[in-house]
C-alpha cells in the first residue's frame, strides 16, 4: 500500500504560481509511473501531467509551457510548479502513482486561482 500526500495548494491571483508536493510513503524508485490530476466542480477528473520512471514527461495541453511535473527521488516526493496560473486552473489536484499494475491516489489538496 502506497501512500500520497499532497501540500501546497491554496489561493492565488491570476497570474500567480503555486508548488504543489506529493511525498509517498514508499521509494519513489518502485514506482512505475505517476502524476497529477485535477477536477473541478461538476467535470471530470482529468491528466493535468505525467512523469514516467524513466524520466518522460506528458502534460495537458491546456498546462503546457506553465506546468512543470518533477521528481525528487532522494526525498520520494513529487512537484507540481504551476506558474502563470488562471481561474480555469481551479481544482481540487490530486496526485496518483501506480506500482505493479496498482493506482494509488492523494486526499487531493484545493487550488483556488481568483480573477
Known amino acids: 500500500q502506497v501512500q500520497l500526500v499532497e501540500s501546497g495548494g491554496g489561493l492565488v491571483q491570476a497570474g500567480g504560481s503555486l508548488r504543489l508536493s506529493c511525498a509517498l510513503s514508499?521509494?519513489?524508485?518502485?514506482?512505475?509511473?505517476m502524476g497529477w490530476f485535477r477536477q473541478a466542480p461538476g467535470k471530470q477528473r482529468e491528466l493535468v501531467a505525467g512523469?514516467?520512471?524513466?524520466?518522460?514527461?506528458n502534460y495537458a495541453d491546456s498546462v503546457a509551457g506553465r506546468f512543470t511535473i518533477s521528481r525528487d527521488n532522494a526525498k520520494n516526493t513529487m512537484y507540481l510548479q504551476m506558474n502563470s496560473l488562471k481561474p480555469e486552473d481551479t481544482a481540487v489536484y490530486y496526485c496518483?502513482?501506480?506500482?505493479?499494475?496498482?493506482?494509488?491516489w492523494g486526499q487531493g489538496t484545493q487550488v483556488t486561482v481568483s480573477s
Open positions: 496518483n502513482a501506480v506500482r505493479w499494475f496498482l493506482s494509488y
Open positions: 514508499e521509494s519513489i524508485s518502485s514506482i512505475t509511473s
Open positions: 512523469v514516467t520512471i524513466g524520466g518522460s514527461t
